[in-house]
Antibody
Framework: QVQLVESGGGLVKPGESLRLSCAASGFTFSDYYMSWIRQAPGQGLEWVSY????????DYADSVKGRFTISRDNAKNLLYLQMKSLRAEDTAVYYC?????????WGKGTTVTVSS | EIVMTQSPATLSVSPGERATLSCRAS??????LAWYQQKPGQAPRLLIY???IRATGIPARFSGSGSGTDFTLTISSLQSEDFAVYYC????????????FGQGTKLEIK
């Protein structure tokens, strides 16, 4: 079945880096735009970044631009989010989603906690 | 940035009754609006896109309407599994994005 599984979350200190991964299965990964969306504790949803099927199109929310980098490996059906210079306000559950204009398939999320 | 405002923040409705949730955009998003349902500890689930089109597998009791700045999600006869948080999301101006979500409406059992 169609599935997305995130990994790589954890506890890091402010200023540190972390790389999230998302493994896709059950669909032709290379055909789809993908996004990362996050949700801070007790808060709503915030779109973070998207990447086109061939990486030609990439965009970021202003809140992460210059610090986060999205990438993908279509041969391995993997989506990544490299996060640098992490801040306390980046603490959230990070979801990957099959997401062009809206997300029709979501993973269960991975938790990132930024705290000293 | 387009700001999405949902109302009310919390809606208390009895099972079997109708629920009406609202979402307003700070500027026109045409019909580029989606609705999601999120239950505690779960990922969001797409319900509606393009303002009124139900996603695959979504029951007919869920319906969406509106265009421009004002949108409505209606659940015609609430089932126990419908009590959750609902988010709207705009996707106007793709590919220059900044997709934005509303802050959510919590639908609780009355």
């Amino acid at each position: 079945q169609v599935q997305l599984v995130e990994s790589g979350g954890g506890l890091v200190k402010p200023g540190e880096s972390l790389r999230l991964s998302c493994a896709a299965s059950g669909f032709t990964f290379s055909d789809y735009y993908m996004s990362w969306i996050r949700q801070a504790p007790g808060q709503g949803l915030e779109w973070v970044s998207y990447i086109g099927s061939s990486t030609k199109y990439i965009d970021y929310a202003d809140s992460v631009k210059g610090r986060f980098t999205i990438s993908r490996d279509n041969a391995k059906n993997l989506l990544y989010l490299q996060m640098k210079s992490l801040r306390a306000e980046d603490t959230a559950v990070y979801y990957c989603a099959r997401f062009l204009e809206y997300g029709d398939v979501w993973g269960k999320g991975t938790t990132v906690t930024v705290s000293s | 940035e387009i700001v999405m405002t949902q109302s009310p923040a919390t809606l208390s409705v009895s099972p079997g009754e109708r629920a009406t949730l609202s979402c307003r955009a700070s500027q026109s998003v045409n019909s580029n609006l989606a609705w999601y349902q999120q239950k505690p500890g779960q990922a969001p689930r797409l319900l509606i896109y393009n303002s009124f089109i139900r996603a695959t597998g979504i029951p007919a009791r869920f319906s969406g309407s509106g265009s421009g700045t004002d949108f409505t999600l209606t659940i015609s006869s609430l089932q126990s599994e419908d009590f959750a948080v609902y988010y709207c999301q705009q996707y106007n101006n793709w590919p220059r994005t900044m997709y934005t979500f509303g802050q959510g409406t919590k639908l609780e059992i009355k």
